[in-house]
C-alpha cells in the first residue's frame, strides 16, 4: 500500500509532501503509482503524538475501557503511541500479564506500550519481577494510583530499574496527609468536602528528588499539580538531578473553583488547585521543568462517577481532548510555541521512555497525525470514542481537532466532513 500525502505543510521541514510505502515513510514516487493521495489542503502534519500516563483498564476493568476502545479515543486525538498503567485486574506485575496485554493491542488503532508495576500487587513490600517484564516488553515500572510510599522499597526499586536501563514513574503523594476529596483551601472549607493540602504531594517529590540524587539514578514525576512540586523539580534539575516530571491538561486549564458545584467530573488526583498553582505549572511548562503533558486518561463508569462527591471515583477521560486544550490554552495564547508543545506531547516522553517515536524521515514509522489549527469547535462528550464520559471539558469551544490520525502507514482516525 503506497499513500502520498500531498499540499501539506510537515512539522519541523520545508517538505511539502510525505511518501508512504506498507508501514514505513518512504523515497518520493509518482503520484500515479499511490494507491491513495490524500490532499491536506495545506493543513499541517505533525508526528504521532506520545501519551506516557493512561489507565486502558484492561484486563479486569472492560467495563470502564478496554485496550480497543481506548486506543481508538486516542486516534481520535492525534496519538499514535500511548503507555498504559499497571493498576489492572490482575495487576501488570508479572510477565504473562504483560504479554495479554500487548496481544489484545495487536490490530488496535494505537501502538501500546505496558508500564509494569513496580511491587507486586501494587503492594507495600515486594518487588514486582521488573527483568522478566522488561523482557516481555514493558518501557517503565510504576504503582500509579498508589505511591510508592516506603523510602527503602522506593530506594531498592530505583536501583532495580536502573539496572534494567527503565525509568521509574512514581505518583507523588504522602497518604498519611491525603484523606480528603479535593483541593485544601478556601473552596473546601465552604462547601464542607474535607481537603488535601498541597503538602501531601510536596513531600513526595522532595523524598524521590533526594533519593534520585542520593543514587544517581532517573526517576519520574507523574501529573505534577502543586507550585512547590514545580520549584523542587525545577531545582534539582539546576543541580543535576537525573529527573523528568509530566503534568496534565486539567492542572493549567482548571481550578479547584470547578468542584463549588460538587461535580464530580472535577473530582481527579492529585486535585485541582488554586490558581496559584496553575499559574505555577504553565510557568514550569513553559521554561523546561515540566517535561511532558499526559493525560492519566481515567475512563469510569457512569455509576462510579454519579454518588457524592467525597465517595465518586478520582479522575477524568482526556485522550481526545489533551492536544485541542494544550494548543488552545498554551500556544494560541503565546505561552509556549508549537515546537514546544511537540517536545511535550511526543519527544520528550518517547524519550524518557525510549521509544524511538517522532521520526518523520525516510525508513522511520509511518506515524503521524493533522489538525485543523485554524477553526474553532466545540468538544461534545457524546461523541467521544472511548466508553468514559467523565469529562470536565463538554461544550468547550476550542481549536485544534483531529483531521486524520496514521499509525504505521493505516489511517486509525478520519474526521468524516
Keep these: 500500500m503506497k499513500t502520498l500525502i500531498k499540499n501539506c505543510k510537515v512539522f519541523n521541514s ?14 518520493a514516487f509518482a503520484e500515479n503509482e499511490a494507491d491513495e493521495v490524500i490532499d491536506l489542503g495545506g493543513k499541517m502534519v505533525f508526528p504521532g503524538l506520545v501519551d506516557m500516563h493512561v489507565h486502558l483498564r484492561e484486563p479486569g476493568y472492560e467495563y470502564r475501557e478496554t485496550i480497543a476502545t481506548g486506543c481508538a479515543a486516542a486516534a481520535r486525538g492525534g496519538f499514535t503511541s500511548v503507555c498504559s498503567m499497571p493498576n489492572t485486574f490482575p495487576v501488570c506485575d508479572n510477565a504473562a500479564v504483560v504479554s495479554g496485554i500487548l496481544k489484545k493491542a495487536e490490530g488496535a488503532k494505537c501502538r501500546v506500550y505496558p508500564i509494569g508495576a513496580a511491587n507486586k500487587g501494587l503492594g507495600a513490600k515486594e518487588i514486582a519481577e521488573i527483568g522478566l517484564m522488561k523482557e516481555a516488553g514493558i518501557v517503565a515500572v510504576s504503582n500509579d494510583g498508589k505511591p510508592i510510599a516506603n523510602a527503602g522499597i522506593m530506594r531498592k526499586v530505583l536501583e532495580y530499574a536502573s539496572d534494567f536501563d527503565i525509568p521509574v514513574l512514581n505518583h507523588c503523594e504522602d497518604d498519611d496527609l491525603s484523606e480528603g476529596a479535593m483541593n485544601e483551601g478556601p473552596v473546601s472549607t465552604s462547601i464542607g468536602i474535607r481537603g488535601i493540602p498541597t503538602a501531601a504531594e510536596d513531600i513526595m517529590i522532595s523524598r524521590d528528588l533526594i533519593l534520585a540524587e542520593y543514587l544517581d539514578v532517573p526517576v519520574h514525576i507523574c501529573h505534577v499539580s502543586t507550585k512547590g512540586g514545580v520549584r523542587m523539580i525545577r531545582d534539582a534539575k539546576a543541580r543535576g538531578v537525573k529527573v523528568t516530571a509530566e503534568t496534565c491538561p486539567h492542572y493549567f486549564t482548571l481550578t479547584d473553583d470547578a468542584c463549588a458545584d460538587y461535580d464530580t467530573n472535577f473530582k481527579m488526583h492529585p486535585p485541582l488547585r488554586t490558581q496559584e498553582h496553575v499559574d505555577a505549572i504553565i510557568e514550569g511548562l513553559k521554561d523546561g521543568t515540566i517535561d511532558c503533558i499526559v493525560t492519566d486518561h481515567a475512563p469510569h463508569h457512569q455509576d462510579e462517577k454519579e454518588l457524592e462527591f467525597s465517595l465518586a471515583n478520582n479522575g477524568i477521560v482526556g485522550l481526545e481532548s489533551s492536544f485541542a486544550l494544550s494548543y488552545t490554552y498554551l500556544v494560541k495564547k503565546g505561552i509556549i510555541s508549537m515546537e514546544r508543545l511537540m517536545d511535550l506531547m ?39 470514542l472511548s466508553k468514559g464520559r467523565n469529562t470536565p471539558f463538554d461544550g468547550w469551544k476550542l481549536y485544534g481537532e483531529t483531521v486524520l490520525t496514521i499509525m504505521g502507514g493505516k ?3 478520519e474526521k468524516l466532513c
Design 14 to 27: 520545508d517538505k511539502t509532501e510525505l511518501y508512504i510505502d506498507g508501514e514505513k515513510f518512504s523515497e
Design 346 to 384: 511526543c519527544y520528550n516522553p518517547s524519550n524518557i521512555l525510549k521509544l524511538g517515536r517522532g521520526g518523520m524521515n525516510v525508513g522511520d514509522d509511518a506515524d503521524l497525525t493533522v489538525f485543523d489549527l485554524d477553526n474553532e469547535f466545540t468538544f461534545e462528550k457524546e461523541k467521544m
Design 411 to 413: 489511517k486509525t482516525y
